[in-house]
């Protein structure tokens, strides 16, 4: 069946700096969707991925879906406090059905 | 609109008792998927239920199981509660269609279930 691995499980960031995770998919998707999960709270949506070799930003966040459609990449520029949380992509089948990556746990130093 | 809810927040229950936990989608949405979490496995797809069939069905075992009502509200039962049932239990609704294809999802709070 379908695997979603996300990598890294863990990112430290110091304020200010780069980070990107992955999201790999052992099948090709039809859609890709992120979310961002605050300690303590519910999954929020981010975005979804359709095409082939999309990119898509929002802010200072930018996502991509790779050109075979089993991949995908979130990265995030001059890391803030504010993105704090653990952030999850979620690769959608041909029927409509979700499998959710673990997750990046990413922890923001000042 | 208001967001998704869900009832109750916090449950404790003992091994082998069994649980209902409640879900109201937003407004127009018509389909309703269940997940769990937990630290070590993350977000586990349980079911989707749309227009009251459940569309969509994860690797759970027989003890869960879930039902949709006309009014688009949604249930989640496990029977013979086990203590690795311990988990976030998430609803989340989405503006899903007829056809077959993964729309966003909008998470509830999520019930935490204890099994002791």
């Known amino acids: 069946g379908q695997q979603v691995m996300q990598i890294p499980q863990y990112q430290h960031v110091q304020e200010g700096e780069d980070f990107t995770t992955y999201c790999n998919s052992s099948?090709?998707?039809?859609?890709i969707q992120w979310y961002k999960q605050r300690p303590g709270g519910h999954p929020v949506f981010l975005i979804q991925?359709?095409?082939?070799?999309e990119v898509k930003k929002q802010k200072r966040l930018t996502f991509q879906f790779g050109e075979a459609k089993k991949n995908s990449s979130l990265h995030i520029t001059a890391t803030q406090t504010t993105d704090v949380g653990t952030y999850f992509c979620?690769?959608?089948?041909?029927?409509?059905?979700?499998?959710f990556g673990a997750g990046t746990q990413v922890v923001v130093t000042p | 609109k208001a967001g998704v809810t869900q009832t109750p927040r916090y449950l404790i229950k003992t091994r082998g008792q069994q649980v209902t936990l409640s879900c109201s989608p937003i407004?127009?949405?018509?389909?309703v998927s269940w997940y769990q979490q937990t630290p070590g496995q993350g977000l586990q797809f349980l079911f989707e239920?749309?227009?009251?069939?459940?569309?969509n069905k994860g690797n759970f075992p027989g003890r869960f199981s879930g039902r949709q009502f006309s009014n688009s509200r949604s249930e989640m039962n496990v029977s013979t509660l086990e203590l690795g049932d311990s988990a976030l239990y998430l609803c989340?609704?989405?503006?899903?269609?007829?056809?077959?294809?993964?729309?966003?999802?909008?998470f509830g709070p999520g019930t935490r279930l204890t099994v002791t």
């Open positions: 989340a609704s989405s503006p899903g269609l007829a056809d077959r294809r993964s729309y966003e999802q909008y």
């Open positions: 099948t090709t998707l039809s859609n």
């Open positions: 991925l359709v095409k082939s070799g």
């Open positions: 979620a690769g959608g089948d041909s029927w409509g059905k979700l499998q």
């Open positions: 407004s127009g949405h018509r389909s």
């Open positions: 239920y749309f227009s009251e069939t459940q569309r």
